[in-house]
């Protein structure tokens, strides 16, 4: 089989935080000379038909994805699922539970705004993020940028919504076990993603870490990351070897949302190869999708 190409697995559409919709997604990545993509929206798989679609009519191969965030002694760590079905009846529920707690939460992010003097409306967010969005911070940022409350995401994030800012709420998460199991019941492939931006994480601890996600079911590390530098990427691939675990890689591309980070690999220090894929498939041996 041809293993030549590069991909993208880690990408954000208009479904939930990203600001291009999934078609045009499919568009540029195939532009851009891409082999394949992955649609990984936050709790939401609503991109993946579309992008699916448009892969097929144009010409470029797109894996279903998702990503979820868990909680994990008290901190967010981020899974990714791969080949997943994105009609099983249990990852769709346990998604809608998620939108659910986000429907929480915004709101409580607009009362702490609020008391601190943004006069802004849960109303305006719903807007700029569209219909049936999965509503996250991002577009709290877009409006406060909107507003003139700040100048860019940035300082969005530093002055009000990063965890632990002066807005910032707590979002109800899935425990890891929760969040591996729905999708490996959804004959997925559940995978690490971006290690090294755990809060906290610490280069001593993160073989134990990545041991103690393999026990729980995790079968995969994002390896590839544009954050991560040649030591960070060199050691994520030894773990990954030495534990049998797959490796992936993706930009966590966001569109104008994170202007700095650009779709695709293969055009600066990044790549990331077409072979990942064959060797996921292989892992998943005969499993539909
Ligand atoms: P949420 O799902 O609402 O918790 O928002 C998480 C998303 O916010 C992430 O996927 C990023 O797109 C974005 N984000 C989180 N922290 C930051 C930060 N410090 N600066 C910019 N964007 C961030
Ligand atoms: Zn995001
Ligand atoms: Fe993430
Ligand atoms: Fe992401």
Request: hydrophobic share 35%; aromatic share 8%.
């Amino acid at each position: 089989m041809d293993s030549t190409g590069l991909i993208d697995l880690h990408i954000h559409t208009s479904a939930s935080d990203g600001t291009f919709s999934p078609q045009k997604i499919v568009k540029m990545a195939k532009k851009k000379g891409l082999r394949a993509v992955s649609i990984t929206d936050h709790d939401t798989v609503d991109g993946n038909e579309e992008a699916l679609k448009a892969g097929t009519e144009i010409g470029l191969e797109v894996i279903p994805g998702v990503e979820i965030s868990v909680e994990w002694e008290g901190r967010p760590v981020h899974i990714l699922g791969y080949f997943i079905d994105v009609k099983n009846k249990v990852l769709q529920s346990t998604l809608k539970n998620l939108i659910a707690f986000r429907e929480e939460r915004n709101p409580q992010i607009i009362k702490r705004l609020n008391a601190l003097g943004v006069n802004i409306l849960y109303e305006d967010v719903r807007t700029i993020a569209g219909d049936g969005t999965a509503i996250g911070r991002p577009h709290f940022a877009q409006v406060l940028i909107e507003k003139g409350y700040v100048k860019n995401g940035d300082e969005a994030f530093k002055k009000y919504l990063k965890r632990g800012g002066s807005a910032y709420v707590e979002k109800k998460r899935l425990t890891p076990h929760e969040g591996i199991q729905i999708i490996k019941n959804a004959s997925g492939i559940p995978v690490l993603a971006h290690p090294y931006s755990i809060d906290g994480i610490k280069n001593k601890d993160l073989e134990h870490f990545i041991l103690q996600f393999r026990g729980m079911g995790i079968e995969g590390i994002e390896v590839f990351y544009p954050l991560h530098n040649p030591q960070q990427t060199l050691k994520l691939k030894t773990f990954a070897e030495r534990y049998g675990l797959c490796i992936t890689g993706g930009t966590d591309f966001h569109g104008e949302q994170k202007p700095d980070i650009k779709l695709g690999s293969g055009f600066g220090a990044l790549k990331i190869p077409y072979e990942l894929i064959i060797k996921m498939r292989e892992k998943r041996g005969g499993k539909p999708r």
